[in-house]
C-alpha cells in the first residue's frame, strides 16, 4: 500500500470499463477480495466480476442488529462495512508459524514459506484503510519487525470506494477516519448513480493505480462530475448514526478507572469477545505449540485472541483481569487512550463493527457518552489487581 | 514424560450413550498412532482383552446415576494415575440429569413394569462430583480433534491446547455470520465453551451449548436479550438451558430464575 497525497488526477469510468480493471487486475496475477452476499450479511470474500458484488443490496444495521435489505435501485457499493475486515487477509485468524520435525538425533525445522498471494483489495472504505494503516503501525512500524504482516501487505493493490451512505453505527467523522477517502489507496472510486447514468469518478493515488486504470477506456472527469462526487460523499458525512466526543479522551478514561459506569456495562457484557474479533484493529493473538501423539512432530501456530478471554490475561502466578468490567474497561480504554501512548493514533476508527456485531447491543459511543457525563474529574482509584 | 513401558490406557462407562467412547474409536487416522503410543489395557467397547489395574490414564464416560456406580468410580480413581472425564454426562450430567429437576420415583414408575427392581439415585451428577478429576473435556460428544490433542498432551507431559472462551471466537475465526445479530436466531455460543468447531452456526442454526458454559459465562444477559429482543419465552429460555448440560451450575441456576 502506497500513500500518496497529492492532488489526485480524476477520471470518469462506466461499469464495463470497471468490469474491464477487474480483469487487468486478474491479468497482472492478483487475486480479488472484495464485498460479496454470503449467510445474510455483506463479507469479503474473493470476487472475479462485478457480478459478484452485493448488487442491489443494503445493510440496516443498529446495535446488535444486521439485516440486508433490497435497494431500489442497481448500486454496486450502495452499503457499508460488514462483519468481515481486511485484516482477515493480512493477519489470518489462524496461522502456521513453523513446523519442527525429529528424526533420531536430527531435527528439522521448518519455517512457513514467505507468503507471495496478490491481493486485490476491492470497494474499501476510508474507515478500512485508516485500520489497515494502524494495524500496520502495530505490526511492522516498530523495532521487530511481524514477517507474516509485511509479507502479505507488501503485494497489495487497493481500490477503494467512497461512501455514498453511512450506516446506523458508524461514527467515522468522529474520529477522523472518513467517509472520504484520502490516503493510502492506488485507486479510489465513487459511484455515481443517478436514473440511467451510472458512472464511477476514479481518483488515482499512485503510479501503479495509474498504470491499471490506463489500460480501460476513460473519460477526462468534468468539474460538474467532481462536484456531484462531493455532494454523494457529503451525503454520508450528513448521515453518521453514531457520533463520539473526542474531546480530552484520553485522559477522561484514563481518571475515570473507577467510575461505576464500568459496573453497569460488566453487567451487560459476555465476554463473547465478538467486539474484538470484528474490530479491523484488535491485534490480539496466541500462539500455541502442538504436537502429535509420536511426539516427532510439532508446530507452532498463531491465532486471533482477545482481551476478554480468560487465557489472554494469564500470566505467572495468576489471570491479571478475572473480573468482565477490568476486560471491558481495558478493552475500550486501550482502543481510545492508551492506544495513543503505544501507538502515536486511536486504535478506533469509527467503523461501527464493535457495536453491530455485539450480541447483547453494547455502544462503546454510549459507553464514552455514559463516562464523559460521570466524569469523575480527579477522582482516580488506585487500580487494583482483578479488579 | 518418560514411561519405561507404553501408558496403559483404560476407557470406562457409566450412564451415558457410548457416543464419546466411539469418538476415540472413530479416529480413524491417528487410531493406529494411539494403539502404538499407549497401551489399551481396558475398553470393553473395543476389546474384550481386560488387563488388571493400575491405570496411567483413564478416559471416564458417562454421569452417576446408581448407588453402584457411585461406588465404582472411587475404585476407578483409586487404580487411576490420571483420570480425564470424556463428556457432557461425565462432566455435567448429561441429557439424564433432567431428572433432576424432576421425581424420578414418578418416572421409574411410568417407565417399568416393576419398579421396585430399579435401583436409582435421584439424581445424576458428574465424576467430579464424586472424585478428584484431573482434566474435563467437553462435548455432547466430545470433538475428536480435541481428544487426541488431550492424549498427546498427557503423553507428553504439557498441558492440552483446550481452550475455555466462547464459541464466537471460532465462529468469527472462521468468518461464520453471525446468527443472532444477521438473522435474530437465539444462540447459546456467547455463554458456551468452544470446542465443536461452531458446527450450528456454520449451518445457519443457533447454538445449543453441547460443550457446555464457558468460562465467565453471563447467561443472565444472554437470556435477557433472548426475552427482550428475540421475543424468547421463559419456557423456551428454560428449555434451551435444559439440555445435554442442563446440571451445569451457571445453566441450571438460570433455568431455574426463569421457570415460573
Ligand atoms: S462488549 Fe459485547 S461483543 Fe464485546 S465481549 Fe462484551 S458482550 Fe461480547
Ligand atoms: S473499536 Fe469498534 S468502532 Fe472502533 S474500529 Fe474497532 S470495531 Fe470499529
Redesign the pocket.
Known amino acids: 500500500m502506497n500513500f500518496c497525497n497529492s492532488n489526485h488526477a480524476s477520471k470518469v469510468i462506466d461499469r464495463q470499463a470497471l468490469d474491464n480493471l477487474f480483469g487487468v487486475l486478474r491479468s497482472q496475477s492478483y487475486t480479488l477480495f472484495g464485498p460479496k452476499v454470503s449467510d445474510q450479511a455483506i463479507v469479503y470474500d474473493e470476487i472475479q466480476a462485478t457480478d459478484d458484488l452485493p448488487i442491489g443490496w443494503t445493510d440496516e444495521q443498529d446495535a446488535g442488529s444486521y439485516r440486508l435489505k433490497k435497494r431500489d435501485d442497481q448500486a454496486l457499493f450502495g452499503y457499508v462495512v460488514g462483519p468481515h475486515s481486511l485484516k482477515k487477509y493480512l493477519f489470518p485468524p489462524a496461522q502456521r508459524l513453523w513446523q519442527v520435525s525429529r528424526d533420531g538425533e536430527q531435527i528439522k525445522l521448518s519455517p512457513e514459506p514467505e507468503d507471495v498471494v496478490k491481493r486485490a483489495f476491492i470497494a474499501i472504505r476510508s474507515c478500512e484503510l485508516h ?1 489497515m494503516a494502524i494495524q500496520a503501525q502495530v505490526f511492522t512500524g516498530g523495532e521487530f519487525v511481524d514477517s507474516t504482516y509485511d509479507s502479505r501487505s507488501r503485494n497489495t493493490f487497493t481500490l477503494a470506494v467512497n461512501c455514498g451512505q453511512a450506516g446506523n453505527t458508524c ?1 467515522c467523522t468522529s474520529m477522523n477516519t472518513g467517509p472520504e477517502v484520502t490516503a493510502g489507496f492506488d485507486l479510489a472510486l465513487t459511484e455515481i448513480l443517478d436514473g440511467a447514468r451510472h458512472e464511477f469518478l476514479v481518483e488515482i493515488g499512485t503510479e501503479l493505480g495509474a498504470e491499471v486504470l490506463n489500460a480501460v477506456d476513460f473519460r477526462d472527469a468534468e468539474p460538474e462530475d467532481q462536484q456531484t462526487a462531493k455532494e454523494i460523499v457529503n451525503r454520508a458525512t450528513g448521515q453518521m448514526g453514531r457520533s463520539v466526543d473526542t474531546t480530552d479522551i484520553k485522559d477522561l478514561l484514563t481518571r475515570n478507572h473507577g467510575n461505576t459506569r464500568w459496573d453497569e456495562v460488566a453487567e451487560r457484557c459476555l465476554s463473547c469477545a465478538n ?1 474484538t474479533m ?5 491485534f490480539c493473538s496466541t500462539v500455541e505449540d502442538v504436537t502429535d501423539l509420536s511426539g516427532d512432530n510439532a508446530e507452532r501456530w498463531r491465532r486471533w485472541d482477545s482481551c476478554f478471554t480468560m487465557d489472554f490475561s494469564y500470566i505467572a502466578g495468576g489471570n491479571v483481569r478475572t473480573s468482565t468490567k477490568s476486560r471491558y474497561r481495558q478493552w475500550m480504554t486501550h ?1 481510545l487512550a492508551t492506544w495513543h501512548d503505544q501507538f502515536g493514533t486511536s ?9 453491530t456485531w455485539c450480541p447483547v447491543a453494547i455502544d ?1 459511543t454510549e459507553e464514552v457518552a455514559a463516562i464523559r457525563r460521570t466524569d469523575v474529574a480527579g477522582a482516580t482509584e488506585p487500580l487494583k489487581r482483578g479488579a | 514424560m518418560g514411561y519405561k513401558d507404553k501408558p496403559k490406557l483404560a476407557v470406562w462407562k457409566f450412564a451415558s450413550c457410548d457416543g464419546c467412547q466411539l469418538s476415540l474409536l472413530d479416529c480413524e487416522d491417528e487410531l493406529l498412532a494411539v494403539a502404538g503410543a499407549v497401551e489399551i489395557a481396558y475398553f470393553p467397547e473395543a476389546t474384550k482383552a481386560v488387563q488388571p489395574g493400575p491405570y496411567d490414564l483413564s478416559l471416564v464416560e458417562g454421569s452417576i446415576t446408581t448407588p453402584n456406580d457411585a461406588e465404582r468410580i472411587h475404585q476407578i480413581r483409586r487404580d487411576s494415575r490420571f483420570l480425564v472425564t470424556i463428556g457432557a454426562c461425565a462432566t455435567a450430567g448429561g441429557i439424564q440429569a433432567l431428572r433432576n429437576f424432576k421425581d424420578v420415583k414418578e418416572f421409574t414408575s411410568i417407565v417399568y413394569a416393576s419398579p421396585q427392581f430399579i435401583e436409582t439415585l435421584n439424581k445424576s451428577t458428574s465424576i467430579a462430583d464424586h472424585v478428584k478429576v484431573d482434566f474435563e473435556l467437553r462435548g455432547c460428544p466430545i470433538n475428536k480433534e480435541q481428544l487426541v490433542e488431550v492424549l498427546s498432551a498427557f503423553l507428553h507431559g504439557r498441558k492440552p491446547n483446550v481452550p475455555t472462551h466462547s464459541v464466537c471466537v471460532e465462529c468469527k475465526r472462521q468468518g461464520i455470520v453471525c446468527v443472532m445479530v444477521a438473522n435474530g436466531t437465539p444462540c447459546l455460543g456467547p455463554v458456551t465453551q468452544a470446542g465443536c468447531g461452531a458446527l450450528c452456526p456454520a449451518y445457519c442454526r443457533g447454538c445449543y451449548a453441547c460443550f457446555g458454559p464457558k468460562e465467565t459465562p453471563n447467561v443472565a444477559a444472554l437470556t435477557g436479550w433472548w426475552r427482550e429482543e428475540l421475543n424468547v419465552s421463559d419456557r423456551d429460555v428454560v428449555l434451551a438451558l435444559r439440555t445435554f448440560n442442563a446440571a451445569a451450575p451457571p445453566f441450571e441456576k438460570e433455568s431455574f430464575r426463569n421457570e415460573h
Open positions: 485500520a461514527f467486539c470484528v474490530c479491523p484493529t484488535c482502543k486504535g478506533c476508527v469509527g467503523c461501527g463493527r464493535c457495536i462503546i
